[in-house]
């Protein structure tokens, strides 16, 4: 009998290797050697005959051979060609009988009739009980993708393989029963927990879905924030270029005057120097009016600093600016800042009318500034021209008479104190 357990084993191999495309990565021959083993296992751990023995051992070994021709209805190819085989070895007719009827019982739909059919059916979904299941079924599962049979993505899987398990799959032998058994509960708890990891998994999926919507949704709300924010920013910044504008000409007009006063003015006590008199008072002029027009357009306004609760009630006043709430109290303040966040159309209504007056302010300062720059040019010029004049008509006139001091300017040395270093 080991003889013929060789030769089917041998038949097996060449079969599957010729025959057998390279898509059954489940049913080829590792599985067939696995089922084989788990029939000896449960053989000679039970109470079974030598020829039942036998028996197992070549249906193990046939019960797949159908796979060669076709998938569905394999377990009828796989008779034939057992019967076709075994008659060529000479095997008795009740032996050959007996092995086609364990390889009918691998058929999984179908509840086992016989002690036989009961070993080669838990045989056969021996995996189930075994460390090594979850790699069997990634190779199934693969196998039916190749095949155009099904496409299962993880998830579907995972939930077939809870069914299996949980509904259509039981242990027949009491040897099976006994020690496969409790490994195929683990891994069903394995599975159930993968299960559950995988339900968290896409309720967070989920959810980032749903945030995303909502930011989605909302983007006009965050597009009008972005709007106001960016409009009051560049506001801001202009508000800062034209006040630096009107220092920096309220400083050299500033630095001109003091120029002219000390040394200018002084020379005019000398009849001989009249002819500057002209010159000098158009440039004072226009230095003057330019820094009278840089303080206007720098100068802030005076604000009430007070309302009313009609006016909040009312949305007539404008709580971001300071001007119109300085006055008020803490309480009062509070109040009004509540009822404005209470209606999002009152808080855009006050970052348009903030938004508006500032350009206001904006226009009108750079309006005065416009005018202080052309007044400060055109007086530069014209005071240039003014004095190139005076000199052309005025007799024996140089700029070194005009710049050097009086006669009687006396400059005195500085006295320092020993101490004034260290001030």
Same mark, same amino acid.
């Given at each position: 009998?080991?003889?013929?357990?060789?030769?089917?084993? %041998?038949?097996?191999?060449?079969?599957?290797?010729?025959?057998?495309? *390279?898509?059954?990565?489940?049913?080829?021959?590792?599985?067939?050697?696995? =089922?084989?083993?788990?029939?000896?296992?449960?053989?000679?751990?039970?109470?079974?005959?030598?020829?039942?023995?036998?028996?197992?051992?070549?249906?193990?070994?046939?019960?797949?051979?159908?796979?060669?021709?076709?998938?569905? #209805?394999?377990?009828?190819?796989? =008779? &034939?060609?057992?019967?076709?085989?075994?008659?060529?070895?000479?095997?008795?007719?009740d032996i050959i009988d007996a092995v086609n009827e364990c390889i009918m019982a691998t058929k999984f739909k179908d509840v086992p009739r016989t002690d036989l059919g009961k070993v080669i059916r838990d045989a056969d979904a021996s995996h189930f009980g075994k460390e090594y299941f979850n790699e069997a079924s990634e190779f199934l599962r693969k196998e039916l993708e190749l095949q155009d049979i099904k496409t299962y993505s993880a998830s579907e899987w995972l939930a077939e393989n809870i069914k299996v398990l949980s509904q259509k799959h039981q242990f027949y032998t009491d040897y099976?029963?006994?020690?496969?058994?409790?490994? &195929?509960? @683990?891994?069903?708890?394995?599975?159930?927990?993968?299960?559950?990891?995988?339900?968290?998994?896409?309720?967070?999926?989920?959810?980032?879905?749903?945030?995303?919507?909502?930011?989605?949704?909302?983007? /006009?709300?965050?597009?009008?924030?972005?709007?106001?924010?960016?409009?009051?920013?560049?506001?801001?910044?202009?508000?800062?270029?034209?006040?630096?504008?009107?220092?920096?000409?309220?400083?050299?007009?500033?630095?001109?005057?003091?120029?002219?006063?000390?040394?200018?003015?002084?020379?005019?006590? *000398? /009849?001989? *120097?009249?002819? +500057?008199?002209? $010159?000098?008072?158009?440039?004072?002029?226009?230095?003057?009016?330019?820094?009278?027009?840089?303080?206007?357009?720098?100068? $802030?306004?005076?604000?009430?600093?007070?309302?009313?609760?009609? %006016?909040?009630?009312?949305? &007539? =006043?404008? +709580?971001?600016?300071?001007?119109?709430?300085?006055?008020?109290?803490?309480?009062?303040?509070?109040?009004?800042?509540?009822?404005?966040?209470?209606?999002?159309?009152?808080?855009?209504?006050?970052?348009? &009318?903030? +938004?508006?007056?500032? #350009?206001?302010?904006? @226009?009108?300062?750079?309006?005065?500034?416009?005018?202080?720059?052309?007044?400060?040019?055109?007086?530069?010029?014209?005071?240039?021209?003014?004095?190139?004049?005076?000199?052309?008509?005025? $007799?024996?006139?140089?700029?070194?008479?005009?710049?050097? /001091?009086?006669?009687?300017?006396?400059?005195?040395? $500085?006295?320092?104190?020993?101490? %004034?270093?260290? =001030?």
């Open positions: 009998m080991a003889d013929i357990i060789k030769k089917t084993e %041998d038949f097996v191999f060449n079969l599957f290797k010729e025959d057998l495309p *390279n898509t059954f990565l489940y049913h080829n021959f590792t599985h067939t050697q696995r =089922v084989l083993r788990s029939v000896k296992e449960i053989a000679e751990n039970s109470d079974i005959s030598t020829e039942n023995s036998t028996v197992l051992q070549l249906a193990a070994l046939l019960h797949d051979t159908g796979y060669t021709k076709m998938r569905e #209805g394999h377990e009828e190819e796989s =008779v &034939k060609i057992a019967t076709t085989f075994l008659e060529d070895q000479h095997l008795e007719k099976a029963l006994r020690n496969w058994q409790k490994q &195929k509960e @683990d891994n069903l708890a394995d599975l159930i927990k993968s299960k559950k990891k995988e339900k968290k998994r896409r309720q967070k999926e989920q959810m980032k879905a749903q945030l995303k919507a909502q930011a989605k949704d909302s983007s /006009p709300e965050r597009a009008i924030q972005s709007f106001y924010r960016t409009a009051l920013r560049n506001h801001i910044k202009l508000s800062d270029i034209a006040d630096t504008k009107a220092n920096i000409l309220l400083s050299v007009n500033a630095i001109i005057i003091s120029l002219m006063l000390s040394t200018l003015f002084s020379k005019f006590d *000398n /009849p001989a *120097n009249q002819f +500057l008199i002209v $010159p000098t008072v158009i440039l004072m002029l226009s230095s003057i009016i330019s820094m009278i027009l840089s303080i206007i357009a720098t100068r $802030p306004n005076i604000t009430s600093g007070e309302f009313t609760k009609e %006016d909040v009630e009312n949305k &007539k =006043v404008n +709580l971001t600016f300071f001007g119109n709430f300085h006055k008020m109290k803490l309480e009062d303040f509070e109040w009004a800042i509540n009822e404005l966040l209470k209606d999002k159309d009152y808080v855009y209504s006050s970052l348009t &009318k903030d +938004l508006y007056f500032l #350009g206001k302010v904006l @226009d009108r300062k750079y309006r005065i500034l416009r005018v202080t720059y052309t007044i400060f040019m055109v007086g530069m010029i014209i005071s240039v021209i003014a004095f190139a004049v005076s000199f052309k008509f005025a $007799p024996n006139a140089t700029i070194n008479d005009v710049l050097k /001091p009086a006669a009687s300017t006396t400059i005195m040395k $500085p006295q320092h104190n020993q101490y %004034d270093y260290y =001030v």
